[in-house]
């Protein structure tokens, strides 16, 4: 079992910054492939971004490529999304979640999921 808690949401205008983090706990943290999602009101929940155990190969979604970086501290158990020039598209609830498949992007996938946190940006 592999435990996620997001932080780091929160209201900001447009232009603006947010870095989110997903804390985990449990087993070896290190192994899993870490995605970011998110889910727009009243929209599905879609891809964002995937980083790998070794930290490489980070993936974007095209609407974020540019703006948001993906990285991971495995000795702290932690993987964090930057997000820099925030529109107010990007406002949604964030998700970090695990697995062992590899870098997909696949989010059936993922079995284990954070309870997420919201990104509000207004305009």
């Known amino acids: 079992q592999v435990q996620l808690v997001e932080s780091g949401g929160g209201l900001v205008q447009a232009g603006g910054s947010l870095r989110l983090s997903c804390a985990a706990s449990?087993?070896?943290?290190?192994?899993?492939?870490v995605g970011w999602f998110r889910q727009a009101p009243g929209k599905e929940r879609v891809f964002v971004a995937i980083?790998?155990?070794?930290?490489?190969?980070?993936y974007y979604e095209d609407s974020v490529k540019g703006r948001f970086t993906i990285s991971r501290d495995n000795a702290k158990n932690t993987v964090y999304l930057q997000m820099n020039s925030l529109k107010p598209e990007d406002t949604a609830v964030y998700y970090c979640?695990?697995?062992?498949?590899?870098?997909?992007?696949?989010?059936?996938?993922?079995?284990?999921w954070g309870q997420g946190t919201q990104v509000t940006v207004s305009s």
């Open positions: 979640a695990v697995t062992t498949r590899g870098a997909i992007t696949d989010q059936d996938t993922y079995p284990y």
């Open positions: 449990g087993r070896t943290f290190y192994a899993y492939t």
């Open positions: 980083i790998t155990w070794r930290g490489g190969n980070p």
